[in-house]
């Protein structure tokens, strides 16, 4: 069984920034995807951020483009989310998640972490 365990989340001001990590566990942590997602009161879940197991392919969503930098260091089963800029609009709870395909969908991601608040002040 595979545990993701986020951590970095916090308050910050706008402009400001922060990193996000995702820690995995298990033996059956063979992801091809991890990850990031983010969720705001009353809106749905969405996506933010992707990498391949081998950090060649990335994908990102619009908004968080040349702002949002996603990494991992597969020595140590964690990825991570560098959220640079930051904007009051990007305050939400954010989840990490690993998907056994190359996906962007969130339907596609079978494991997920507890979730971490960032708030962004204006």
């Known amino acids: 069984q595979v545990q993701l365990v986020e951590s970095g989340g916090g308050l910050v001001q706008a402009g400001g920034s922060l990193r996000l990590s995702c820690a995995a566990s298990g033996r059956t942590f063979n992801p091809t995807a991890m990850g990031w997602f983010r969720q705001s009161p009353g809106k749905e879940r969405e996506f933010v951020a992707v990498?391949?197991?081998?950090?060649?392919?990335?994908h990102y969503a619009d908004f968080v483009k040349g702002r949002f930098t996603i990494s991992r260091d597969g020595a140590k089963n964690t990825w991570y989310l560098q959220m640079n800029s930051l904007k009051p609009e990007d305050t939400a709870v954010y989840y990490c998640?690993?998907?056994?395909?190359?996906?962007?969908?969130?339907?596609?991601?079978?494991?997920w972490g507890q979730g971490t608040q960032v708030t962004v002040s204006a």
């Open positions: 998640a690993r998907s056994p395909r190359w996906t962007v969908s969130l339907a596609d991601f079978d494991s």
């Open positions: 990498i391949s197991w081998n950090s060649v392919l990335k």
